[in-house]
């Protein structure tokens, strides 16, 4: 598999992912300017919406999405315990928080990146978060991981996603428990080699 990837974007979560596995891959990034990769390739032409992440797989097709992404790698790799079985009611709970990391958390750090955004935008995307927010932070009261007591993929986006607030200035200061996750979830060995893969990390 090739990974195609901006440093600290949602594609992390995958790079992450990849490293949990103990898969072999390659990475290749994205140029944001000319849209090619460092490698030389046209990222459009690999993938027309025009962002990350995006896989390439063996047989050389193309996987887009992170949601998608972040199942099929740990597909790859069952034993790694990052998805539950297909078919099961706990698979259908990894992709309710897939689902809901992606449509209300990931979305609404959106325009507070957006340099047309308007500070009334932000305000509402922050507000937004705020609510959103409150959810995970129920959970992460009472178990160490969003599934429990075992990291999955669904860890490894929301971590990427709520990274994010360190460069947007939002306080994580009113839930203790995303806070203690965000430090524990950092620790682990297949985080530090992606983002220091991703030079994020010294």
Known sequence: MKLYYSPGACSLASHIALYETGLPFEVDKIIKTTKMTVGGENFMQLNPKGYVPTIKLDDGSILTEGAAILQYIADQQPASGLAPKAGT??????????????SEIHKSFSPMFNKEATEEMKNYARNNLTRR????????????????????VADA????????????????????????YMARVAARPAVQAAMRAEGLLK
């Open 89 to 102: 009611m706990e698979r259908y709970r990894l992709q309710e928080w897939l689902t809901f990391i992606s």
């Open 133 to 152: 927010l409150i959810h995970a932070e129920t959970q992460l009261a009472n178990t160490p991981y969003l599934m429990g007591d075992h990291f999955t």
């Open 157 to 180: 986006y929301f971590f990427v996603v709520m990274n994010w607030s360190n460069a947007v200035g939002f306080d994580l200061a009113p839930y203790p428990h995303i806070k203690e």
